[in-house]
């Protein structure tokens, strides 16, 4: 998955549960100690946000932000 694309489900889940809490983008950032205008970078799916940023607006939406693998990892050879 690019960048660009996990930016974008960023977006749309942070923006969804924002609107779920019933919160404006300014309460979203006065709870996440962020600036009001990261909030709209982070719902706008721009790719340049800082994560550890990102990860304190997830939080205080009650979200994490998990890194999984894509597929399974081949099994490793021993070479025995």
Known sequence: MHCDEV???IA????SAREGLGL???E???AAGVSTR???MIESG??????????RVLAALG???EVADR???????TGK
């Open 7 to 9: 930016a974008l489900q």
């Open 12 to 15: 749309r889940r942070v923006r």
């Open 38 to 40: 990261l909030v709209h």
């Open 46 to 55: 721009k790719p340049t946000s800082r994560l550890d940023s990102v990860v």
């Open 28 to 30: 979203l950032a006065l």
């Open 71 to 77: 597929q399974p990892r081949p099994a490793r050879t």
């Open 63 to 65: 979200l994490t932000l």
């Open 24 to 26: 404006r983008q300014d």
